[in-house]
Structure formats: structure tokens, C-alpha cells
């Protein structure tokens, strides 16, 4: 999946194209900032995605903006970042950003097919919560022809990755400077159940899995 | 900044254009994704940012494509997202994310004057970690020199805002399925010091400030 638009030009080292990796950053999150040209201007837009083999599924309100734009097969971009943790190094200068990150550029297509449009819907939902789905009221016939469902190919693709401590100057790790890694973690909270969640229901599978 | 580029067209009701709330948003993160037409294509690549005034400023390496891209005056689109919790309605259709996000469309500028550069700087290193430019070793000329600033005016922007419980059909809230908000939480962690640390230094006030 290296080419040229996908090289990682600066810090070259921290650039990976195998799709193990490109996978494992993409199913670690289920919301992606994707971009497109619309009207001469570049859009920068959050979305819900899930992936399933070598593409991404995207889903909304049929008359969606951004849906309608990326259904006309205009080239699209996008990343999804993960903030490890800041680097703080001794000197400003070096101080820096621990994070996993993948940028995808490619097509999408509009999904017609009633059964891969439904299982792409199973496909995000899973993504972001796995097993939701099954415990859940279905899409009707109505809610499906409201619902758009776009896939992209992931054929250019690649990864940058920093990890580890400071790389500081050789002469400035004698600085009586703090210097290390402040981590950025991430979890699920405590439930909230609605305010209107009828009596007596527990919490779903889904959920106490998610936070075990 | 409600322009027809900005104007929230799908959930009008979560669209805020008022700069107190795009500011809070853009103030409680340091990454944003930034996209700009390369070569004819979207390209979307997160970077660091810190905000002063209307002005949203960006760094990296004098080389780097992006800030090379960007300095030739094409326009650019950036989004900030925070994801708050996962909205688990009864029926598939009406699960949803609780977030904050900010769009903001402008050109960027190359940031020329010296003092300026420095005060850019500054700004993103306090947005990112505040008081730690006050820390360490400051930058000196060649890494001045090897530094790019740009900054961008905040012209056109919106911020999306979803709260609160799912909404759900009235004839689903006899389901008996659990509903309510899972969610997602994002903290700091206990700072790791780097192996190569001096004996002897405590945390600094920027990091215990931070996690306390």
C-alpha cells in the first residue's frame, strides 16, 4: 500500500504499510475525520465507520451531504488517530506526540444491494459496540430506505506510529528537566441508563462487556 | 460564522456558530485533522494546534509537505471531535454518538516575524501541556530555523453538539431493551519517566498540575 501519495515523507521510520498494522489501528476506533472536495474547498467531516475484510463502510441519512458528494465517486481521504501520550522532552524542540495513526485515500461506492446494505450496518454497529446488534429492534423497511450506505476500498493506505520516551540532544539529558511520557488513556465510563428505561431491565451483554 | 459552507444541514438543532462555543471545543484538545487538495485529491493528516484569539495556530518541520502545501494560500478545512458516549437507543436505527466537534474552513498563512513565530510556539506547546514551556530548554536558532509556523484565521466555523439520553420511537419504549449512554472517557495516566532520566528530579509542576 506504499505509493506515493501514502509515503510518510517526514520521520520515515515511523511509517508502516503492512495491512496487519492498518487494520489493527483501524478496528481500535469506530469514528474517522474523512475528507473530500466539494465545490473547489476541502471538508473535513467526523463519521462513524466499520471495517470488514479490505473495506470501510460508511452509513447516514440518505440525503446526507457528504453522502451524496462521496456517492458521485469523488476521491476521499481519511484518518483515524489514536493520542498516546505527550512527550516531554528536555527541550521544547523535542517534544513531540506518542500516537498510532492511518491515512486511507480511495473511492467509495454506493452499497445497493438490500443484504450487503443491511450487513454493513451490522458490520459498523459492530464496530462500535460488538453484539449491540443482536440485542436491538431491527432496521424496517422505512429506517433502511432513509439510511445510505457507502463502502471504500482500502487500496492506498499507511500507518505512522511513534511510541517510547524523548529523543532528547546528547547534551541536554544533563538538564535537571523532567522528561517522559504523560499517557492519554481512553475507557468507558459507568452507564447512564435513560431516564425512561423501563423497570427491571439489567444492563445488556454488550455493555457489560465493553466495560469489564 | 454561519455561512453556507458551515450551516449544520442534517440535525440543524445540534449546530452552534457562536465563538464561545467553538472556541470551549477547540480549547480542550491539541489535534486536530486538517485537510487541503493535493495533486488534485483530499489529503487529511492530524497535526497539533493551539488557538489564540481568532487564530488557530500549526508547526512542524520547514520541509514538511502539509505546512509546505498549506503555506502556498489553498484553502483548508480542519475538524476537532471529542466522542462523549455511545447513545444505545432500543432500536438500531436511532443509536447515535453524544460528541462536541468543530469545523473550521480558512487559509492558512506563513507566520514570518520572529517574535510572533516564538509566541506561536508558545501557544501550542500551553495548549498541549500548560506551563511547560517554561520548563525546559528553549528552542535555539537552528531549531528556529528548522521550524515552519502557520497560522489561520477562524473565519468560517461551526461546532456540532449531540447530549443526553436516545431517542427513541414512541412505540420502542415498551421494548424491553436496556437504553441509555455508555460513555467514553479520556484522562491522563501516570506520567512514565524516561529511562534516561537524571536521579533525583520530581514530576514537574506542568505534569502534577495536569493529573491532579
Same mark, same amino acid.
Given at each position: 500500500?506504499?505509493?506515493?501519495? /501514502?509515503?510518510?515523507?517526514?520521520?520515515?521510520? %515511523?511509517?508502516?504499510?503492512?495491512?496487519? /498494522?492498518? #487494520?489493527?489501528?483501524? =478496528?481500535?476506533?469506530?469514528?474517522?475525520?474523512?475528507?473530500?472536495? #466539494? =465545490?473547489?474547498?476541502?471538508?473535513?467531516?467526523?463519521?462513524?465507520?466499520?471495517?470488514?475484510?479490505?473495506?470501510? #463502510?460508511?452509513?447516514?441519512?440518505?440525503?446526507? %451531504?457528504?453522502?451524496? /458528494?462521496?456517492?458521485?465517486? &469523488?476521491?476521499?481521504?481519511?484518518?483515524?488517530?489514536?493520542?498516546?501520550?505527550?512527550?516531554?522532552?528536555?527541550?521544547?524542540?523535542?517534544?513531540?506526540?506518542?500516537?498510532?495513526? &492511518?491515512?486511507?485515500?480511495?473511492?467509495?461506492?454506493?452499497?445497493?444491494?438490500?443484504?450487503?446494505?443491511?450487513?454493513?450496518?451490522?458490520?459498523?454497529?459492530? +464496530?462500535?459496540?460488538?453484539?449491540?446488534?443482536?440485542?436491538? %429492534?431491527?432496521?424496517?423497511?422505512?429506517?433502511?430506505?432513509?439510511?445510505?450506505?457507502?463502502?471504500?476500498?482500502?487500496?492506498?493506505?499507511?500507518?505512522?506510529?511513534?511510541?517510547?520516551?524523548?529523543?532528547?540532544?546528547?547534551?541536554?539529558?544533563?538538564?535537571?528537566?523532567?522528561?517522559?511520557?504523560?499517557?492519554?488513556?481512553? +475507557?468507558?465510563?459507568?452507564?447512564?441508563?435513560?431516564?425512561?428505561?423501563? +423497570?427491571?431491565?439489567?444492563?445488556?451483554?454488550?455493555?457489560?462487556?465493553?466495560?469489564?
Amino acid at each position: 500500500m506504499k505509493t506515493d501519495k /501514502t509515503k510518510v515523507k517526514r520521520a520515515p521510520q %515511523r511509517g508502516h504499510y503492512d495491512k496487519e /498494522t492498518i #487494520y489493527s489501528i483501524l =478496528d481500535n476506533d469506530f469514528v474517522c475525520q474523512i475528507g473530500f472536495v #466539494y =465545490d473547489g474547498y476541502p471538508v473535513v467531516i467526523p463519521t462513524i465507520y466499520g471495517r470488514k475484510g479490505n473495506y470501510l #463502510y460508511f452509513h447516514g441519512a440518505s440525503v446526507s %451531504r457528504m453522502l451524496v /458528494t462521496m456517492e458521485e465517486g &469523488v476521491p476521499v481521504s481519511l484518518n483515524v488517530t489514536r493520542t498516546d501520550g505527550i512527550v516531554l522532552a528536555r527541550s521544547a524542540f523535542h517534544h513531540s506526540l506518542n500516537y498510532h495513526s &492511518v491515512t486511507v485515500f480511495g473511492t467509495a461506492v454506493l452499497v445497493e444491494d438490500e443484504e450487503e446494505r443491511w450487513n454493513a450496518l451490522k458490520v459498523i454497529s459492530d +464496530q462500535v459496540l460488538a453484539d449491540r446488534w443482536e440485542e436491538v %429492534r431491527e432496521p424496517n423497511v422505512k429506517e433502511m430506505k432513509a439510511t445510505k450506505v457507502l463502502k471504500l476500498e482500502i487500496t492506498e493506505a499507511s500507518a505512522k506510529i511513534r511510541t517510547g520516551p524523548p529523543k532528547d540532544d546528547k547534551e541536554d539529558y544533563d538538564l535537571d528537566i523532567w522528561a517522559g511520557i504523560l499517557p492519554i488513556e481512553k +475507557q468507558f465510563g459507568k452507564p447512564i441508563a435513560d431516564p425512561e428505561l423501563k +423497570q427491571g431491565l439489567e444492563l445488556p451483554y454488550s455493555v457489560k462487556n465493553a466495560i469489564k
